[in-house]
């Protein structure tokens, strides 16, 4: 089979080769079952042994303390704005750090629960920093604390979660860590829940992985819808209602391909986490060296998954960036376009992309910088 294209997309996006093949090859008849993954009841053994490697494979891979729950649910990132606050916030108070557009997503929606503030706003650097943590305007009687940890679209990431007992807060802090979830291992002493879409680093889209600490559940609002409370979804172990059945069939795949990943002489979440480290080094080193290309955000808190980056100065006209988009594509790199808001280019380069493709990327910038510095 000829090689595949490097695909960058920000999600849903790319997925190991290794899983899409086993994918197919199990799409008919699924183990002998006769069926494919699509058709089980979702209460067969079949697919209980399936959804059981899956939550046993991320615990192992996240060292997820026996304390938290791991549910499997549905609605995404999105959904978990209104299901977080209908399930923490008991009406009260919520402070929310927005650090790029998707934790303002999640500030706005929060607000139609519960009484929401923002602590920190990094708006007047144009989301290219963290609002130092010193900085938070955090209240004694929050509910919860909100974070992003890895902005998506802004390419601005936590590389350390903050520490708010330290800082005198006593509230639990949540993260949306969609799009770099299983790309490094979460200190779960600083957190008390964390949701993800799968779409971004881990499976198809439909699944949405939220992990949550015991003691925070079993507070939801009256108005939460009851596939929604996160009590009667962690009693159900994630089969209150049918679950994203195929979704936590390939994830779990992933997740297996992930426990057996090597890398630099690691295996498993050091491995990958290592390969990101490199990926994006070589990235951020090409763009910053490149007299036609810049990535705007601050070096301390560069994501490893999303490399936002422009032309330069004069070179940042549509007809460039267009240019630059379809030449990528005519080598086989897709979807680097730049989110609709920000506009420029965006190469999202999770835990599936190998590093070739990202010395390929750093190849064509070099000579597009040839062709048109
Ligand atoms: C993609 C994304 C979302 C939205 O996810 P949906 O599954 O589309 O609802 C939320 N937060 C972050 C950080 C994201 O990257």
Same mark, same amino acid.
């Given at each position: 089979?000829?090689?595949?294209?490097?695909?960058?997309?920000?999600?849903?996006?790319?997925?190991?080769?290794?899983?899409?093949?086993?994918?197919?090859?199990?799409?008919?008849?699924?183990?002998? #079952?006769?069926?494919? @993954?699509?058709?089980? #009841?979702?209460?067969?053994?079949?697919?209980?042994?399936?959804?059981?490697?899956?939550?046993?494979?991320?615990?192992?891979?996240?060292?997820?303390?026996?304390?938290?729950?791991?549910?499997?649910?549905?609605?995404?990132?999105?959904?978990?704005?209104?299901?977080?606050?209908?399930?923490?916030?008991?009406?009260?108070?919520?402070?929310?750090?927005?650090?790029?557009?998707?934790?303002? $997503?999640?500030?706005?929606?929060?607000?139609?629960?519960?009484?929401?503030?923002?602590?920190?706003?990094?708006?007047?650097?144009?989301?290219?920093?963290?609002?130092?943590?010193?900085?938070?305007?955090?209240?004694?009687?929050?509910?919860?604390?909100?974070?992003?940890?890895?902005?998506?679209?802004?390419?601005?990431?936590?590389?350390?979660? &903050?520490?708010?007992?330290?800082?005198?807060?006593?509230?639990?802090?949540?993260?949306?860590?969609?799009?770099?979830?299983?790309?490094? &291992?979460?200190?779960?002493?600083?957190?008390?829940?964390?949701?993800?879409?799968?779409? /971004?680093?881990?499976?198809?889209?439909?699944?949405?992985? @939220?992990?949550?600490?015991?003691?925070?559940?079993?507070?939801?609002?009256?108005?939460?819808?009851?596939?929604?409370?996160?009590?009667?979804?962690?009693?159900?172990?994630?089969?209150?209602?049918? &679950?994203?059945?195929?979704?936590?069939?390939?994830?779990?795949?992933?997740?297996?391909?992930? $426990?057996?990943?090597?890398?630099?002489?690691?295996?498993?979440?050091?491995?990958?986490?290592?390969?990101?480290?490199?990926?994006?080094?070589?990235?951020?080193?090409?763009?910053?060296?490149? &007299?036609?290309?810049?990535?705007?955000?601050?070096?301390?808190?560069?994501?490893?998954?999303?490399?936002?980056?422009?032309?330069?100065?004069?070179?940042?006209?549509?007809?460039?960036?267009?240019?630059?988009?379809?030449?990528? /594509?005519?080598?086989?790199?897709?979807?680097? $376009?730049?989110?609709?808001?920000?506009?420029?280019?965006?190469?999202?380069?999770?835990?599936?992309?190998?590093?070739?493709?990202?010395?390929?990327?750093?190849?064509?910038?070099?000579?597009?910088?040839?062709?048109?510095?």
């Amino acid at each position: 089979m000829s090689q595949r294209p490097f695909n960058f997309s920000a999600g849903p996006a790319a997925l190991p080769e290794e899983v899409l093949q086993q994918v197919a090859a199990e799409m008919l008849n699924w183990q002998g #079952s006769g069926m494919s @993954v699509m058709e089980m #009841s979702h209460r067969g053994a079949e697919f209980t042994s399936i959804a059981e490697a899956s939550e046993r494979d991320l615990r192992d891979l996240l060292q997820v303390p026996s304390n938290f729950h791991i549910l499997f649910m549905q609605g995404g990132g999105l959904a978990e704005n209104a299901i977080v606050p209908m399930n923490l916030s008991r009406g009260g108070k919520v402070d929310v750090v927005v650090s790029g557009s998707w934790s303002k $997503k999640s500030a706005q929606e929060a607000r139609r629960y519960a009484d929401v503030s923002v602590a920190a706003d990094g708006a007047a650097g144009r989301y290219t920093s963290l609002p130092p943590v010193g900085s938070w305007q955090l209240r004694k009687d929050a509910a919860y604390v909100h974070l992003c940890s890895n902005e998506t679209i802004d390419g601005v990431e936590f590389h350390e979660l &903050p520490d708010l007992k330290a800082l005198g807060c006593d509230a639990p802090l949540v993260i949306d860590c969609s799009s770099h979830q299983l790309s490094r &291992p979460i200190d779960w002493s600083r957190v008390g829940l964390a949701f993800g879409g799968a779409q /971004k680093n881990i499976g198809p889209a439909g699944l949405t992985l @939220v992990f949550v600490r015991e003691d925070l559940i079993g507070h939801a609002m009256s108005i939460c819808p009851s596939a929604f409370d996160f009590k009667t979804v962690a009693e159900a172990k994630s089969m209150y209602n049918t &679950p994203p059945t195929f979704g936590i069939y390939v994830a779990g795949l992933v997740f297996k391909w992930l $426990k057996a990943f090597s890398y630099a002489g690691k295996t498993g979440l050091a491995a990958i986490e290592q390969r990101n480290i490199d990926k994006a080094q070589l990235l951020y080193a090409a763009l910053d060296a490149s &007299p036609l290309f810049e990535n705007r955000v601050a070096t301390d808190c560069r994501s490893r998954m999303n490399v936002p980056f422009y032309l330069r100065g004069a070179f940042n006209t549509d007809t460039l960036t267009q240019a630059f988009l379809t030449g990528a /594509k005519e080598r086989q790199l897709l979807q680097l $376009k730049g989110h609709k808001s920000v506009g420029g280019m965006r190469a999202s380069i999770y835990n599936a992309m190998p590093l070739e493709g990202v010395q390929a990327l750093v190849a064509y910038l070099k000579d597009f910088e040839t062709q048109y510095g």
